[in-house]
């Protein structure tokens, strides 16, 4: 006789052993059957490849404007001011009439001169007719040989007072001119330090105003002669090459570029012994006369071009613990590597790479973070590149 098995008739522990593996089995076959989670996958960075080419050594350097010719307008003539002929600020000509000083002495000096010459000069014509009329009447014994030398003398002794006459005469004339002060050069006029009634000297040590020519304009630069003497050597040893006649970018303190650029003049022989710097001069158009003297500016100029130059952003440099700059570079099977490279100077957003790198490397720009030595990554085109390739280094002179 077949018997039915029901849970009802046992104890409660033993009727609770099916709801303990009702939870806990599909627990212990889930973790019998689990696999590894799967590895993640390579890191992402962005990379540039290094090309060479030929890179101008920019240089800026600091200097001040000055005016390319000026002159101090000095009084020539005693006496009182009595018209002041400009405007202030101004631009004037060369013999442009400036100031009137009171003229009536110096007239009056110019006409007595004057009289002076007509006196000799009629004294001389009288001398010579009496030194013809002695000479003969001593060719016919009729007055001594003697009293016809004293005559001829006295004739040309009254030539020579008339020479003189004729000098002081020229000199009362310059006098006179001197009374009306006129422009030595062309260019601007500053302020005027005398008014209409001031009583002015020849020999005065203060200016009665100063006129400076602005176009063009001068830059007076410095820069440090051991920085002078690398760079000499360096286009002595081949380094470098020269750039010929280039130009020079004015920037003005604002950090706006001036419109036309300026041309180095020349290099001073000297060094200042206090400073230790070369002067150099940039000859600046100024053709509306916006630059002022005395300004402070920035000179731009590339002073040589190193061959087989490679640009790389700044922000692909770090620096190891000695402080020596250094890369990565994604080498064979997208292996990161670390390479130690040589930096010349900065070239505006970027370093210019003169060892270390070859063209056509691939050197990581971002992710850095991620990107280790020996790690296989994933390469992207960096979205920060080479593209300022015209804006100067940072170094700077004076």
Known sequence: MRRSFSYAGLPAARRAIPAWCAVLGPVLLAGCSSQPPPPPPPPMVGVITVQASAVPVMTELTGRTQASETAEVRPQATGIVTDRLFAEGSAVRKGQPLYQIDARVYAATHAQARAALANAEAVVEANRLKAERYRTLAASGGISRQDAADADAAWQQSRANVASARAALDLTRVNLGFTRIVAPISGRIGQSAVTRGALVTADQPMALAKIQRLDPIWVNIQQSSADFIALRHALESGQLGSTGSTPVRIVLADGSAWASPGRLDFADIDVNEQTGTVTLRVIVPNPHGDLLPGLFVKAQTAQGVVQNGMLIPQAAVSRDARGN??????????????????????????????????????????????????????????????????????????
């Open 325 to 398: 700059p250094m890369v990565l570079v994604v080498g064979k099977g997208d292996v990161i590597e670390t390479r130690s490279v040589t930096t010349s100077t900065t070239f505006g957003a970027n370093w210019l790479v003169t060892g270390g790198l070859r063209p056509g490397e691939r050197v990581v720009v971002e992710g850095h973070l991620a990107a280790r030595a020996g790690t296989h990554v994933r390469v992207n085109p960096a979205t920060l590149t080479t593209a300022n390739t015209t804006a100067p280094n940072t170094k700077t002179g004076g």
